[in-house]
């Protein structure tokens, strides 16, 4: 206990210790499950729009906060990443099924202007 506040502890160290003797009763299980009680009622208390402007304010907040090769760099480990946990059956069908997706909100004619610009664009690098 600290001598601060007249012998007093903390509201910080009580809260600490409070944890402490918390997790010392209490498994993984329990954790989850009281999280994901405490995750639902939040999702219940608010709409898309607090989410989302929640979710904007820390991507910017992030964002200025690094460079582009902070984000360059922990996307390059995230796809490394994925690499090791995935064999080529993995992405053969993620493959296949943005293939069919894109074919389905596309129409012939978007694929050969895009056909056509890729083509011409080749052309000009050589």
Known sequence: ???????KMSYEEAGKKGGQATSKNHDKEFYQEIGSKGGDANA???????????????????????????FQNIGSKGGQATADSHGQDFYEDIGSKGGKAN??????????????????SNNNNN
């Not at 074919?103 to 011409?120: C, L, V």
Request: net charge negative; no cysteine.
């Open 1 to 7: 206990m600290a001598d601060n506040n007249n012998g």
């Open 44 to 70: 219940n208390e608010h709409d898309k729009e607090h989410f989302q402007n929640i979710g904007s304010k820390g991507g910017d907040a992030n964002a200025n906060e690094h460079d582009k090769g902070h």
């Open 103 to 120: 074919a389905e909100s596309h129409d012939k004619k978007h694929f050969q202007e895009i056909g056509s610009k890729g083509g011409r």
